[in-house]
C-alpha cells in the first residue's frame, strides 16, 4: 500500500491496451462495447484526435501525424471516461484523481468488455501513466530541494534556467517493461508559485509480452512500480506540501 495524500498532483492517469494486428476488428465493435459500459457511462461522443508519431527510415527520424478516430463514454460529471479507436481501449481518470480503488474497477470493467466482445489475439502494449502537476509556492525553485530526479547543474553553468526538460527510461521485468519518466516546468498563473508536470508512464516494451488473461493483474503490477517511481522521484517537501496521511 502507497502512501496517502489529501492532496495528490495527479492531475490525469490513463491506462491503455493496444491490440496486436490479428485482432479482428470492424466498425461494430465500439457500439457493442458501449452497450456492456452504458450504465456507468452514459454520455457517448466522437473525435478526431492527432497522433505524432515517429519512425527510424534510411534518412533518420521522421515524424509522421496521424488522424484517428475516437469514440468515448463518459460518466456523467465526465471526469472518468474510455476511448476506444481500431485495436485501441483507454480508461481516463481527471482531477480530482478517484484513487486507485476507484479507478482500477473501472479499468477491469472497460477491458472485461471489450474482452466479451471481440476476441484479443494479443496485447502489443499495455500503458499505465500518470501525470503530475505540482505546484510550489516559491519562485525559482531549488530543485534539489523537490525532488530526487532532477537537472543537476554544476557550479560553472548559469544557474537560472529558462526552460529544461529532464527524462530517463527505466527497464523492469528483464526489459519486458519499460518506465519512462520526465520532469519539466509548465505555465503558472502567478509569478511566485512555480509548476513543474511529473510524467510517469510505465508501459508493456514486449508485443505479446503478457498474455491476454493476465492483463489486469500487469496493470496491478504496474501501478506498484509507479507509485515506487513516484515517491523515489520527490523529498518530504513535497510530501508536506501533498499532506500526505499518515
Aim: glycine share 6%; proline share 7%.
Amino acid at each position: 500500500m502507497g502512501r496517502k495524500y489529501a492532496n495528490p498532483p495527479v492531475v490525469e492517469a490513463v491506462c491503455e491496451f493496444r491490440l496486436t494486428p490479428d485482432t479482428p476488428w470492424d466498425m461494430t465493435i465500439p457500439g457493442l462495447v458501449y452497450e456492456k459500459l452504458r450504465d456507468e457511462f452514459p454520455q457517448r461522443e466522437q473525435r478526431l484526435l492527432q497522433e505524432v508519431e515517429l519512425t527510424q527510415g534510411p534518412e533518420g527520424l521522421q515524424q509522421q501525424i496521424r488522424t484517428s478516430e475516437r469514440i468515448l463514454f463518459l460518466v456523467e460529471n465526465r471526469k472518468t471516461f474510455v476511448q476506444i479507436g481500431p485495436r485501441l481501449l483507454a480508461i481516463n481518470a481527471l482531477k480530482p484523481y478517484p484513487t486507485w480503488a476507484g479507478f482500477k474497477p473501472k479499468i477491469e470493467r472497460a477491458f472485461e468488455a471489450l474482452n466479451r466482445t471481440v476476441e484479443i489475439r494479443g496485447l502489443e502494449r499495455i500503458g499505465l501513466r500518470y501525470i503530475n502537476r505540482i505546484e510550489i509556492p516559491s519562485s525559482p525553485v531549488r530543485l534539489e530541494n523537490y525532488f530526487q530526479f532532477y537537472v543537476f547543474l554544476g557550479p560553472r553553468l548559469p544557474q537560472d534556467m529558462a526552460d529544461f526538460i529532464v527524462g530517463g527510461e527505466f527497464a523492469y521485468a528483464n526489459g519486458r517493461d519499460r518506465c519512462r519518466v520526465q520532469l519539466k516546468p509548465a505555465p503558472s498563473s502567478s509569478p511566485e508559485c512555480a509548476v513543474l508536470v511529473l510524467d510517469i508512464d510505465y508501459f508493456l516494451a514486449q508485443e505479446k509480452g503478457v498474455e491476454v488473461r493476465a492483463a489486469i493483474d500487469w496493470v496491478e503490477e504496474a501501478h506498484d512500480k509507479v507509485e515506487e517511481v513516484f515517491e523515489g522521484c520527490i523529498t518530504d517537501s513535497l510530501r508536506n506540501l501533498f499532506q500526505e496521511v499518515r
